[in-house]
């Protein structure tokens, strides 16, 4: 795991995200004093969490630190105010991560610093150690910084790299909200039961516990998604009637390739 050779990780932000990859760093043998939290208000339990395991804490960005990782978990919008303060933790060996959607590397350099700096996607599974995040590195990242980012990623699951930064926009379309189509799928197939005659409380249970279920048997199966769907299709029955019309010209795939497009846009849009 990422040590503090080169100086503290530096956690900006300790909400929803940047509690959960605390949470995993601390499991996966960061020792607390390495890690230095600046969060003005962070919530009771990440407070109980930095006060537990012997975390530095500091309401705003100390002097005097200069930081082996600056790892950036605040709200994209609040971003012009955060970074600024914290130009003096930035030295020659200090690596830089951001999480914040939308906000490009050449954002963070011209508000802080021009350095080894990463650009990572996570997604709301994080919170159970379940995410995927893709990520894209500078120039200036080095092999031995890049490795540990990818330490200190993994805690919340995989972590893929991307080619360009540009690939970050369509991995935020893709994974970085790809939870919701998911918990949509849940609403559609329990609506659907239920015009099919089941009592609603029942249809979302069956939808929602069917939708977990395949995810875990995706998760832990070696096979295709391809080959898991078609180990439950028999030929001429239920799911190859239902598949006929998901798969047809005008089913999910064209709808998905909407969706996927737009929020890509969107992402586009937002990085300005
Ligand atoms: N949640 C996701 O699924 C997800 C996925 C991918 C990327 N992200 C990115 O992760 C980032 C954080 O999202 P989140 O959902 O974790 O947000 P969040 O729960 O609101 O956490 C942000 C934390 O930063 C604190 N904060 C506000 N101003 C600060 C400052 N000046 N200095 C230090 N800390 C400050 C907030 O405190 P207050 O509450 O007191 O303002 C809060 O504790 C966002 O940029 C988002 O784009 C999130």
């Known amino acids: 795991m990422a040590n503090a050779a080169s100086g503290p990780i530096v956690l900006v932000g300790a909400?929803?995200?940047?509690?959960?990859?605390?949470?995993?760093?601390?499991?996966?043998?960061?020792?607390?004093?390495?890690?230095?939290?600046?969060?003005?208000?962070?919530?009771?339990?990440?407070?109980?969490?930095?006060?537990?395991?012997?975390?530095?804490?500091?309401?705003?960005?100390?002097?005097?630190?200069?930081?082996?990782?600056?790892?950036?978990?605040?709200?994209?919008?609040?971003?012009?105010?955060?970074?600024?303060?914290?130009?003096?933790?930035?030295?020659?060996?200090?690596?830089?991560?951001?999480?914040?959607?939308?906000?490009?590397?050449?954002?963070?350099?011209?508000?802080?610093?021009?350095?080894?700096?990463?650009?990572?996607?996570?997604?709301?599974?994080?919170?159970?150690?379940?995410?995927?995040?893709?990520?894209?590195?500078?120039?200036?990242?080095?092999?031995?910084?890049?490795?540990?980012?990818?330490?200190?990623?993994?805690?919340?699951?995989?972590v893929e790299w991307v080619r360009t930064e540009a690939e970050i926009d369509a991995v935020t379309a893709v994974s970085g909200s790809g939870p919701a189509y998911v918990f949509y799928l849940v609403e559609c197939m329990a609506e659907a039961g239920r015009k099919a005659g089941l009592e609603a409380d029942l249809a979302m249970r069956l939808a929602r516990e069917t939708v977990a279920g395949a995810g875990e048997l995706l998760h832990q199966s070696p096979d295709e998604a391809a080959r898991l769907r078609q180990n439950v299709t028999s030929p001429g029955g239920t799911t190859a009637a239902a598949l006929s019309v998901l798969m047809a010209d005008d089913g999910m795939q064209p709808l998905f390739d909407k969706a996927i497009a737009a929020a890509r846009k969107r992402a586009e849009e937002l990085a300005g």
């Open 15 to 158: 909400g929803n995200m940047g509690g959960a990859m605390l949470s995993g760093w601390l499991k996966s043998g960061v020792r607390g004093a390495d890690v230095l939290v600046v969060d003005p208000g962070p919530p009771p339990a990440m407070a109980k969490l930095i006060a537990d395991n012997g975390v530095t804490y500091a309401a705003q960005a100390p002097s005097g630190v200069q930081a082996g990782v600056i790892f950036l978990a605040v709200k994209p919008q609040v971003m012009d105010a955060v970074l600024p303060p914290l130009k003096p933790l930035v030295g020659a060996d200090t690596v830089i991560v951001s999480v914040a959607a939308g906000k490009t590397l050449a954002f963070i350099e011209t508000h802080l610093a021009a350095a080894a700096t990463v650009r990572a996607m996570p997604n709301t599974p994080a919170m159970i150690g379940r995410g995927v995040t893709g990520a894209f590195a500078n120039a200036r990242v080095s092999e031995a910084q890049r490795s540990q980012v990818h330490d200190l990623l993994k805690v919340s699951g995989p």
